[in-house]
């Protein structure tokens, strides 16, 4: 509303608030105190408060009516209703209040990943107890102090275990079962360049660990996703009596 408008109408409050440079709020306290617990919703302590501070010569608030409290009110309902998102600038923060969207569904629970194709699941594993760690990158065996990996080899090589295998890899032409050629619980040698990132939620890894008999210990990496092609050599797990 203009101030014109203001003024055709009979308010008070316009021929000050525009000019002299204060709220509404403060000049309907100077000018028009009878209307003021009822417009802005405010007791008789809470006025007689802000009659105080504006003799000391505080700054009034510019307090918002009862009425817009209610609109602004009623316009975040239907907001929230619509899923739509609302920004009180009055209060000056600007500062966003999302409404969320009722879901329309309930979310879906998946099972654990399984790769496909000629692709594994691998879950990274640190050195043996009989390797050791140098400071140049390679590794050695403690037993024969022998260096079993260099340095720049290593770098490009990684140990894990197989948590889970594809369905296939073709061969020569011949479409072979992946399982025949890695299983599950296999250790395996993996080159890295190719190898993805996968980062998976760690209780679903820990029982994966735990299915096939393995240690869990989380790694912040996350697990790879390797092609078979990428496997450089297969331990498989020495079974007790055989």
């Known amino acids: 509303m203009s101030v014109g408008d203001r003024l055709a ?6 021929a000050f608030s525009t000019q002299s440079g204060i709220s509404d709020f403060e000049n309907d306290l100077i000018f028009r105190p009878e209307i003021v617990a009822e417009k802005y919703g405010l ?14 010569g505080a700054k009034m608030p510019d307090l918002p009516t009862v009425a817009l409290r209610q609109q602004e009110q009623e316009d975040r309902q239907d907001a929230m ?10 209060l000056g923060s600007g500062a966003p209040v999302t409404a969320k969207k009722p879901k329309k569904f309930v979310e879906k629970q998946y099972q654990v990943l399984k790769p496909i194709l000629d692709r594994v699941l691998v879950k990274r594993v640190g050195l043996d107890e009989g390797l050791e760690l140098l400071e140049d990158g390679s590794v050695r065996d403690t037993r024969t102090g022998m260096i079993v990996m260099t340095a720049q080899y290593r770098e490009h090589h990684n140990v894990g275990i197989v948590l889970a295998v594809g369905d296939f890899v073709v061969m020569g032409g011949v479409k072979t079962p992946l399982s025949d050629v890695v299983k599950v619980g296999d250790r395996v040698t993996y080159g890295d360049y190719n190898s993805e990132v996968f980062h998976m939620d760690e209780a679903k890894v820990e029982k994966l660990c735990d299915a096939v008999e393995i240690n869990y210990e989380p790694d912040p990496e996350g697990l790879r996703i390797v092609f078979v092609q990428d496997i450089r050599g297969i331990e498989s797990p020495i079974v007790e009596g055989q």
């Open 43 to 56: 007791t008789d302590e809470e006025i007689l408060k802000y009659q105080q501070e504006r003799i000391t």
């Open 9 to 14: 109408r009979g308010d008070a409050s316009a």
């Open 81 to 90: 209703k619509l899923g739509f998102v609302v920004t009180d600038r009055r």
